[in-house]
């Protein structure tokens, strides 16, 4: 059977989640050799509108970038989960900002919240790395595109001379991921 996967990020505009996604998509095509579609859409204003990027990864020839139900959705923003929750498929995991209100419909699904501004802001002392902690959180609680794939990935698209800082971002992002899932698999086993 074909492999077949669609991730939304989204959030607001500032949030990085367009390079966030082109990422995640070359770290699937070019590091794993899968096939990715990538597309995007963002509001008129730059920072603080809605941003929305999408990734389909298969291990088949993709047709349409078009995603019909989502695997993953990640939500940075409460406007962002709000208007995206609807079209998670029925297996579907969520990821969002610790911020973002889920509410009990979610109760039987796989639900990761962590607070990915305040971790770019403490472990990298920028806020802007906001995406970078985030594809961290994801390739740890996600196993789509290995973790060594994504690393490889930000690395070739980071600015010279600040690859550590995202490298740091990455790994914190990791990190918080890795405390969660450990933190769950305690309370299941209880």
């Known amino acids: 059977m074909a492999f077949k996967y ?6 607001a505009g500032g949030h990085g989640l367009i390079q966030a996604a082109r990422i995640l998509a070359e770290a699937a095509a070019i590091y ?3 096939n990715a579609a990538e597309s995007c859409s963002y509001g008129p204003e730059a920072r603080g509108s ?5 990734i389909v990864i298969s291990d088949e020839a993709i047709d349409s970038p078009k995603i019909e139900a989502i ?6 923003s409460q406007e962002a989960f709000d208007k995206y929750i609807k079209d998670l498929g029925p297996s579907g995991i969520v990821v969002t900002d610790c911020r973002v209100q889920t509410g009990d419909e979610l109760k039987s699904r796989k639900v990761y ?9 403490k472990e990298c002392g920028q806020p802007a790395m906001v995406n970078i902690v985030a594809l961290g959180f994801f390739a740890e609680v996600s196993g789509i595109v290995s973790k060594k794939s ?3 990935a930000i690395l070739a698209r980071a600015p010279k001379m600040s690859e550590s800082t995202y490298i740091q971002a990455y790994e ?3 990190k918080a ?5 450990n933190k769950q698999e305690y309370q299941a086993k209880k």
Not at 6 to 11: D, F, T, V
Not at 50 to 54: D, F, G, I, N
């Open 71 to 76: 695997d993953l959705l990640m939500a940075l």
């Open 113 to 121: 919240s962590a607070p990915f501004m305040e971790i770019a802001e």
């Open 177 to 181: 991921a890795a405390q969660q899932l």
């Open 172 to 174: 914190a992002g990791s």
């Open 150 to 152: 994504i690393r490889q």
């Open 32 to 34: 794993d050799n899968k």
């Open 50 to 54: 809605s941003s929305r990027a999408e």
């Open 6 to 11: 669609s991730i939304r990020l989204s959030g």
